[in-house]
């Protein structure tokens, strides 16, 4: 096994491969990436990114999701460079895979070994969960790769401690945790990986120095966000499902949290494909010298601390724990399962684990990138209005947490152009997330309209059918969608 110095040495020649497959990746996850329609979560960041920066702050330091402020705030500059779009909302996603590609195969050929390295970037991109979280316009991919560059920077501060890599550590820490507090949990699992290793316990106090000065700046968003924990009352409190969220949806099932007719056989086959690698690589690891066995710690710690941390708080104070939180650990069961895969003795044995990872990806690829795999129909609802309404047709869209009229107009401009929602008030309330709507008692429907279409999640709740045959109107036409009904009605 070469030294770390000899792959140093070797270092130059593999940039410029892990740049390669890093571009590899954005291309790959580019594809289709505006086709699914936009979800709940997608139309939250939308709602927020796309207002000024007080606007932002007003919102986020009074009322809700003050952990993404960061992540709101960057949006916001990416919007104003290049609009708004589902195209626009989902690419930072898929570069930040790419990024994290780049950077879990440095680690892997500096660490380990140059193939070890490549196919780690190779299972990174065929995990589900990444090829997901690659096409939604939220946070996880742009965790996965700042949690894999901090352990690159860790791993070579612990190899030779100047003082700028520890400043980049702090760095990193800052802006990881900034972006999404829950990145501490990998923060205390290195921690945990720098006490255990016994040749980086004398690196214990620059790192912890590093940690704290990187956590410091994130203080504020932890209270805020701690003021702010009803918003993720919906939790479900943990029950027997852990087991198979934490070893089956957390990273190996991609489109099952959001569209129960993804073929679960494909999640647990691969399941049981990464996780058995997993444990051949740490056992290979162990057997190796101390710097692959750091490598096995580093990522043992970053896969296993976290989950556990989360489920443990879950389980003791209040319900956190969510799958998609988790998926920063991502590089770390990429890593360990090419570490299984490279200590295969026969090359074309390891060939064809490796193909065999990549197969049973397609399908959560393309499910990911095509049709309503996202568990919303927007842009059909968008489709029936551009072929069916006519100009000056009003549309209101049924009370949801998340369906909100404004997503509608604002993404899919030319499909609603020529339409006006008349319940909308007020396109945002200045310290709320939507905008000021009417209700149905209070509506006033101009003598103008005459056609409206009424939106509905699913079968729709019927709140507005009094009110519209008090004004007159009766359903003409229904069109049912695979998770919204459109409703006619004319006068």
């Known amino acids: 096994m070469a030294s770390v110095s000899d792959k140093r040495a070797a270092a130059p020649r593999t940039w410029p491969w892990a740049v390669a497959l890093g571009l590899v990746a954005v291309v790959v996850n580019s594809w289709n990436i505006g086709g699914p329609s936009l979800m709940g979560d997608e139309a939250v960041t939308v709602s ?51 990024v994290a590609v780049c950077g879990i195969v440095l680690i892997g050929a500096r ?168 444990v051949v690589g740490v056992i290979h690891a162990v057997r190796e010298g101390a710097v692959m066995r750091g490598l096995a710690v580093l990522c043992t710690a970053w896969m296993v601390i976290p989950p556990v941390l989360l489920v443990g708080v879950s389980l003791i104070a209040e319900p956190l724990y969510s799958p998609q939180y988790l ?17 295969i003795g026969r090359r074309w044995i390891a060939l064809t684990l490796v193909a065999v990872l990549v197969a049973t990806a397609v399908l959560p690829y393309v499910h990911a990138r095509t049709g309503n795999s996202h568990g919303a129909d927007w842009n059909e609802v968008a489709n029936v209005l551009r072929q069916e309404a006519a100009n000056g047709d009003a549309v209101i869209v049924e009370s949801d947490p998340w369906d909100q009229p404004h997503i509608l107009f604002d993404l899919y401009p030319d499909e609603t152009d020529g339409l006006r929602d008349i319940t909308l008030t007020g396109r945002y309330n200045p310290v709320a997330l939507w905008g000021d709507r009417s209700t149905p008692e209070d509506l006033k429907i101009g003598a103008d309209v005459r056609r409206i279409w009424v939106v509905s999640r699913g079968q729709g709740t019927g709140e507005w059918e009094a009110t519209l045959e008090a004004g007159g109107f009766s359903a003409v036409r229904t069109v049912d969608l695979p998770f919204s009904t459109l409703t006619l009605y004319a006068r």
Do not use: K, N
């Not at 997901?132 to 996880?140: H, M």
């Not at 990187?214 to 924990?229: D, E, F, T």
């Not at 590089?331 to 299984?340: D, I, K, M, S």
């Open 48 to 98: 927020l990114a796309d207002r000024s920066p007080g606007a932002i702050w007003a919102v986020v330091s009074t009322s809700m999701d003050a952990v993404h402020a960061a992540y709101y705030a960057a949006m916001h500059l990416w919007f104003s460079a290049f609009g708004v779009s589902a195209v626009t909302l989902r690419l930072p996603s898929a570069i930040a895979l790419g």
């Open 111 to 278: 660490y380990a070994s140059r193939a070890t390295g490549f196919v780690a970037g190779i299972l990174l991109m065929a995990m589900p969960a990444a090829l997901l979280v690659a096409t939604v316009g939220r946070s996880y991919a742009i965790q996965i790769a700042l949690t894999t560059w901090l352990a690159f920077m860790l791993l070579l501060a612990l190899e030779r401690g100047r003082v700028w890599r520890w400043v980049v550590v702090g760095a990193l820490v800052s802006v990881s945790v900034v972006v999404f507090l829950f990145t501490a949990l990998v923060v205390a699992a290195f921690a945990a990986a720098v006490v255990l290793h016994r040749p980086w316990r004398t690196r214990i106090v620059p790192f912890g120095l590093a940690s704290v000065a990187g956590v410091l700046p994130a203080i504020l968003v932890a209270l805020l966000g701690y003021q702010q924990r009803s918003q993720v009352s919906w939790i479900e409190p943990i029950d027997f499902g852990i087991f198979e969220d934490v070893l089956v949806r957390q990273w190996f099932s991609g489109v099952m949290y959001v569209d129960s007719s993804y073929p679960s056989w494909i999640a647990y086959a691969t399941t049981a494909l990464f996780l058995g690698l997993v």
């Open 327 to 343: 998926t920063m650990c991502a590089p770390a069961v990429a890593l360990l399962a090419a570490l299984g895969i490279s200590s």
